[in-house]
């Protein structure tokens, strides 16, 4: 029985459905019941791992950006200007890695998200700038193809910005598994006939190995080495918060991967 509760709670990553009591793991309630115990100690290793992989985001931003400020030291011309936005830049990215434990009680029911009326087009693209941010611009090919820039949909921005950038650095780390030289994402928007918004994020990676595709989604399920296995688990939580769906699709015309995400529309 302990062993089946134990079980049970190591998968309290994120979400209503998988962490519904982050306030009694993180802020320290505690249960008589050794079972109990052990099932508080091991969920709380698993909110430590979702911490650190959401932290690494930004602190990766950071990193990257301070890097590009030492190599301007010694520019002969150094525009203020230039150097303004890089450090306004590290500013949001330091804001981002402290509202990691916000996102995460909003996401686990602990605390109230503020819905509001969000454009998707305007959170991919400060998603794809966050990630310009961090790989630079030459890095990785990014293709938007949106008919529609009206697409609005019902949502707590920061939340819906997790998925969307978890998903571009899933997409590129899988290119980049399989030595792909320049990865490339294609970003494609669209309002179905069911009144939901879709958004697809394609890569050009290996796709997802059969051996985990039923589990994809779930907390510590990776195909890739040194994988943590949670930015996909985050990814749909995120959405099922939203009352969207999270999927997957192979795609067979061309190697890759799609993942899309449908939301109601606004």
């Not at 998903?167 to 970003?187: C, F």
Request: glycine content about 6%; hydrophobic content about 40%; charged content about 25%.
């Amino acid at each position: 029985m302990a062993r089946m509760e134990a079980s049970r709670h190591s998968e309290a990553v994120v979400g209503r459905s998988r962490l519904r009591s982050i306030d009694d793991v993180t802020w320290g309630a505690q249960r008589p019941e050794d079972e109990d115990h052990l099932a508080h100690r091991l969920a709380l290793r698993s909110v430590a791992a979702y911490v650190a992989h959401e932290i690494n985001h930004p602190l990766g931003t950071i990193a990257n950006l301070a890097s590009l400020l030492g190599r301007r030291i010694n520019d002969p011309v150094i525009r203020p200007s230039e150097l303004a936005a890089q450090i306004e830049s590290i500013k949001l990215e330091t804001r981002r890695a402290a509202d990691v434990i916000k996102n995460l009680r909003v996401l686990a029911g602990g605390l109230h998200g503020h819905r509001e009326t969000v454009n998707v087009h305007d959170l991919l693209r400060e998603a794809i700038c966050r990630f310009r941010r961090r790989y630079g611009k030459e890095t990785v090919r990014i293709r938007m193809e949106c008919r529609d820039r009206m697409l609005n949909v019902q949502a707590v921005p920061e939340l819906l910005h997790i998925a969307l950038y978890n998903l571009l650095i899933n997409g590129v780390e899988a290119a980049q598994s399989a030595s792909i030289e320049r990865p490339k994402l294609t970003l494609r928007t669209k309002r179905t006939t069911v009144d939901q918004v879709v958004i697809d994020v394609i890569d050009n990676g290996p796709g997802v190995a059969d051996a985990i595709k039923s589990q994809m989604f779930e907390p510590f399920v990776s195909d890739r080495a040194g994988g943590s296995g949670l930015g996909l688990a985050i990814c749909r939580d995120v959405v099922e918060w939203h009352g969207g769906i999270l999927s997957y699709e192979t795609m067979m015309a061309r190697r890759g991967s799609c993942f899309r995400i449908a939301l109601p529309n606004e």
